[in-house]
């Protein structure tokens, strides 16, 4: 069995599920018991590592290879968390190998990728090839939900005193563990959520002239929200790689009887951005467009989700670099743009060049039976191993 096998059979059977904000416990919640086989790992592989914890039981695990003389410092993310297994139809925590595939829950995302990731580490430590940049393997808590691992980590670059001793500055270049089928991903949409709230004012439905009806302001703010989305196309021209930016209406709730006129409306909106467009700014665009259409307020509530956009801006020479490693392992693959969101931006918010690239097909992420082509995985342990071997 291949190394990044053994390690990808030991990471699914070690159940690291988050629960994305529902109120639940049990030990296959969170990332604890992953954290702790990584820790293990790299005890007993002997390289400098450290936990950095973010909230309970929820930690960021760092180890770094450093190589004499390297200009370079590459970091290497994958995620430690899964999606629930709610309604999956193979047992989730015991994996199982069938047809060159291995099956089980986090198999595709991201474990394989982690593992692949973690069996290219190993070789470099105990190869330490000539020519080998210095490797920082981040692997984070919490990418399904609020992403809190990727935030502490990129965020304290900014602090004073940085929290992390393996990794207090900016790397050079960030490769995420993602879905691929060995694609690079060089640029995907980001989402901003936000509430919007109409006020009222109540009064007994059967004199509803005494009153101010929030549901029907509500209903004017949702065909204005109609019209601007249907104008954003010509508004801002779609990324080539990316698609379109766009607008969703998802949500409404208002009212609390049928008697009454309603004092309050609510809904949530989802706005996919594109490179270039500002998360926060989105929002304000919004309410000058609802400003110039009504006569009346709607409050804005802080976004719940901000997640950035990637641009190809920065990670050119990058994307390069990989795709000669790739094409040398496996032949000329694509570079893409993909419509769902990563760490990738995360570390582009920072100035560092970063790229999606794993193995797997995101067709397969979050599914009922999950599972992962055993030859994508040795391919890409191959080539994170040659790329961090420098090329
Ligand atoms: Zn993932």
């Not at 993310?77 to 709610?86: E, G, L, M, N, S």
């Not at 801002?236 to 049928?258: E, K």
Request: proline share 8%; net charge negative.
């Amino acid at each position: 069995m291949s190394a990044p096998l053994t390690i990808l059979k030991d990471l699914v059977s070690i159940p690291s599920v988050n629960p994305m904000g529902r109120d639940v416990s049990g030990p296959e919640y969170f990332e604890t018991r992953v954290t702790e086989y990584l820790l293990q790992y790299l005890k007993r592989l002997d390289v400098p590592f450290e936990q950095v914890e973010i909230a309970p039981g929820r930690s960021n695990v760092l180890a770094r290879l450093d190589s004499p003389g390297a200009t370079k410092t590459v970091l290497l993310d994958a995620h430690q968390d899964t999606v629930p297994v709610d309604g999956m139809t193979i047992p989730p925590f015991e994996p199982v190998e069938q047809n060159g595939r291995l099956y089980g829950r986090g198999s595709c995302d991201v474990k394989g990728g982690m593992a692949a990731m973690l069996a290219a580490f190993t070789r470099l430590a105990k190869e330490r090839p000539a020519g080998m940049s210095n490797v920082v393997l981040s692997l984070t808590c919490d990418e399904e939900a609020t992403s809190i691992g990727i935030n502490h980590l990129t965020d304290s670059w900014s602090e004073p005193v940085p929290p992390y001793r393996l990794c207090p500055t900016r790397p050079d270049a960030a490769i995420v563990a993602e879905p691929t089928q060995l694609d690079i991903v060089v640029a995907h949409r980001g989402a901003t959520r936000w509430k919007l709230h109409t006020a009222g004012r109540a009064c007994h439905s059967s004199r509803p002239e005494e009153g101010i009806n929030a549901i029907y302001r509500m209903a004017k703010v949702v065909l204005a929200l109609e019209e601007f989305a249907a104008k954003l196309p010509t508004q801002r021209p779609a990324h080539p790689l990316c698609g379109p930016a766009t607008l969703s209406v998802g949500r409404i709730d208002g009212g609390s009887s049928v008697n009454i006129v309603p004092d309050h409306c609510h809904i949530e909106v989802d706005r996919r951005l594109i490179p270039g467009e500002d998360r926060f700014g989105v929002i304000d665009e919004l309410a000058d467009y609802l400003r110039s259409k009504l006569d009346f307020e709607v409050t804005h509530e802080a976004p719940y989700c901000a997640s950035p956009s990637l641009g190809d801006d920065l990670n050119g020479a990058l994307s390069e670099q990989l795709m000669r490693v790739i094409t040398s392992v496996v032949g000329p693959r694509k570079a893409v743009g993909v419509p769902y969101g990563t760490h990738a931006s995360r570390f582009a918010r920072e100035g560092i060049a970063a790229v999606v690239f794993g193995p797997g097909d995101i067709a397969q992420a979050h599914t009922k039976d999950e599972w992962i082509e055993i030859a994508q995985l040795d391919h890409a342990a191959e080539i994170y191993y040659r790329f961090c071997a420098g090329g």
